[in-house]
């Protein structure tokens, strides 16, 4: 079964960090690109930022860039977006995905920063 399990989310006040994880299954992870990305209710799902196959290069949004840090662990088939300096506007929910041949969207987690 090909599956996508994202989780670490939470309510945290700006300024705070939360780790999030991709747990992945079903497919070699170890061949694909990944990405996370985010969504708001009702507004578009927004790219967040990208690794390559062993994590040798990172891309991020210019929104979180210097914030955020995407790193992924090939043994154990996961993907991370460690977040420091959160923001209200990094409210959403957060997804991961294989860059190129996506599969069905996890259920996401979902992160609120608020005071």
């Known amino acids: 079964q090909v599956q996508l399990v994202e989780s670490g989310g939470g309510l945290v006040q700006p300024g705070g960090s939360l780790r999030l994880s991709c747990a992945t299954s079903?497919?070699?992870?170890?061949?694909?690109?990944m990405d996370w990305y985010r969504q708001v209710l009702g507004k578009e799902r927004e790219f967040v930022a990208s690794i390559t196959l062993e994590g040798r290069s990172t891309y991020y949004a210019d929104s979180v860039k210097g914030r955020f840090t995407i790193s992924r662990d090939n043994p154990k088939s996961t993907l991370y977006l460690q977040m420091n300096s959160l923001k209200p506007e990094d409210t959403a929910v957060y997804y991961c995905n294989r860059r190129n041949f996506p599969i069905p969207w996890g259920q996401g987690t979902q992160v609120t920063v608020s005071s």
């Open positions: 079903g497919f070699t992870f170890s061949d694909y690109d």
